[in-house]
Structure formats: structure tokens, C-alpha cells
């Protein structure tokens, strides 16, 4: 039996999207192993949203065939579908896929071993309209799924890539979507987490169904007691959302609201389409509404322009807000996107000063709303051992504070309750 591994860099979406060719690599008769084994055929499922993850991923490739010289190294995702004659260049590369019909992919192999040239199968996405079925019909070790509900964008703001490398907005049917909730439910999985690439646009292209009403046919189902949203835009939360969210219990409260910037004319530049008095009247929505919601976010210093008044704006804003926890990138430039091509870039001495003042007040920030569940009791989903540990196991409350508590293996996929006891810098110490 032929070995097949895999390497996935970047979001959940491509999380998923290697589950589904895994299981097609298996449903043609290859065994599934380690990235560090020795395999056959090694799969590279790409990541090009910043210089640092285009690099990583070629890094990926090399190793690939470091580790079997005589291996078939495929490149797939999002750095060769906006960069393909760049991954093309990279000696060990023989089989190139960009972000459409991926399940193909053992098709290639098999071809390639027939022909001996090397494979391009990177076509147009940006004609792509219709949603790449990519199910998963058996599920692994996972107490938590990942269920990519939507794929594309077309927001373009002005630094990002990904448009490019996804295409258009193109959403899964509502009926296929709550076919695969009800399977992880028979699989024995507890919560299910809503992915794409901009779940927020899901149902536009398709008619009068929107986010909200996915969830709600997922929250009437049997089996699944929890429902997580991916990266939301703030301007979905509106009023009328923030009800419907309020009388869904199982739906979770915490919402990942992407901000970018703290600053207006930042946010101009950028080309979202929100101004930071609209953000906080949605987090202010959900913080009157619902429960011990947490807010989370993704922060992005150093862009063209920013100022150090700008700058400032922005820690003014995250400090006001009081997110439980931020991602924090440097503005890394994409050819092909406008950002890279605007005057006043930021020297990246600078970009690191003010990203480590930002994670800093991230750790900060994060100890700070962890401590106040200090005392209480919460429902804990317990997911694996803590690795090396001796009986430690961690999870997830609902609003997404990571627990670690003393048990046995027989708390994995149970929804415990759990009183936490104290806060460390990104996590809590529980006791059930």
C-alpha cells in the first residue's frame, strides 16, 4: 500500500480542505502517515497570506523531498494559485494544484507516475462559481469539527491576497451543510465550528438564506450542544443578528470580529468597509445581549502609512475594547494587491516595536478576562492530554478560555463542569 502524508500551513478552511483530500487519498488505496515518515506521495496544502507563510510553505516542499528523494511532492492551495510559475520554479515540486478541484489530486499522481513530467493544474479561479464539494465521510479523533460552509471573497481590501487566490463568493447548499452536521453528531462530535474564507457573505449568492439562518437550522438539530462562528466582519452584527444569537444557547458566545485597525483613516486605506465607532457599536450589541461573550480579533501593524499618531489611535482602541485575546500580524506586502504598491511603507524595525507592544497587551489583555471567570463554574469541552504531561487534559469553555484540569483519558469529548480555579498568561488552571 502506497504512504501518503501531509503538511498543512495557514487557517482551518485549509484544516479542512486536507481532511477531504486525505480521505480521497484513502478512498484510492493509500495509507494516511506522518509528514516526518518516509511516503510515497507528499502533500503540501499551501498558505500565501503573508511573505513569511509563502516562505514557510516552500520550506515545506524542500523538507518533503529531504525526507524521500524519490517521493512525488505535490503544491497545493493558495501560494501556487496566485503565484504559479513561481511554485513551478522550485526544483521539488512535481505536481502543482491551485484552490479548485483538489480531489482530483489522486488522479495526478497517477498520472504523473505514468509520464514522468511535472503536473500544472492551476486554473482561473476567479471564473469559479460554484462551490467545490468537498465532503468528509469519515472523521478522526476530533472533538471539535471544522466545517467549511463557504468559500471566496469579494471584499478586496487593498493588502490582501486572498480574493485572488480563493475567487468569488460561492456558498454550500444549507441542506449539504446540515447532512455533515448530522453525521459529526453520529460521529460522536459535540461542537461544530462554522469556517471559510468570509463567513459572513454566506447565502449571498444564493438567495434569501443567510449566516444566521444556517445556524438556526444547525441549532434545531439533535446531537450537536455546540455551535462556534469562524471570522466574523463587524458589520454582520447587527441588531436583528444579536437577537437571533441571544436565543440560541447553543450557539457560543464568542465572536472572532475582525478589526485590522483601530484607527479611521487606516481603515480607509485598507479598504474595509466599517469605521471603528461601527465596530464598537456591534461589540457593545453583543456585550449588552449576550452572556459572558468574549470578543477576539486579528491586529495588523505597520501598514503603508500608519503613522505613529495612527498607530497610537489604534492601541487607544484595542485597550478601550478589552478583546480576550488578538492575532497580531505585520503588514507583509503581496504583489498583485494595491497595498503593495503605496507610497510610505513602514520600516520593519518599526513594524516589530509596534507589533511587541500589541501582543504585549494582548498577554495582558487575555490574563485580565481570564481571571474574571476566577471562582466560577463553566462547561468545559475536553479535547486531548496536555502532551507530556501527567494527567492534564485541556479544553474549551463556550466563550473560549482554554482549561487544564487534572482527569483520565475518559473526559475526552465530554462537556465537563469545571470550576476554574486560576488564570496563567493564555490559558486556566480548572478543577472538576
Known sequence: MDKVAFYT??????????????EAFENAGYEIVEFDEAADVYVINTCTVTGLSSRKSRQA??????????????????????????????????????TANRLELPRHVEKFRSGGDRISAVGNIMKKHDFEDLKIERYKGRTRAFLKIQEGCSQFCSYCIIPYARGPIRSRPAEDVAEEVRKLSEAGFKEVVLTGIHIASYGKDQGQIRLADLVRIIHGMDGIERIRLGSIEPTMITSDFVSQAAGMEKLCPHYHISLQSGCDETLARMNRKYKTADYKRAVDMLRERIPDVAITTDVMVGFPGETQEEFNKTFEFLEMIRFAKMHVFKYSPRKGTPASTFEDQVDGKVKEYRSARVMELSDRLAFEFNSSYQGREMSVLYEQEVRGSDGLYEGLTPNYIRVLSKADNGIVGNITATKLIRAEKDFMIGEI
Open 9 to 22: 500551513l495557514g487557517c482551518k478552511v485549509n484544516q479542512y480542505e486536507t481532511e477531504a483530500m486525505a
Open 61 to 98: 516542499i524542500r523538507r518533503a523531498k529531504q525526507l524521500n528523494g524519490s517521493a512525488i511532492v505535490a503544491a497545493v492551495g493558495c501560494y501556487p494559485q496566485t503565484a504559479r510559475e513561481e511554485v513551478e520554479s522550485i526544483p521539488e515540486v512535481d505536481i502543482v494544484v491551485g
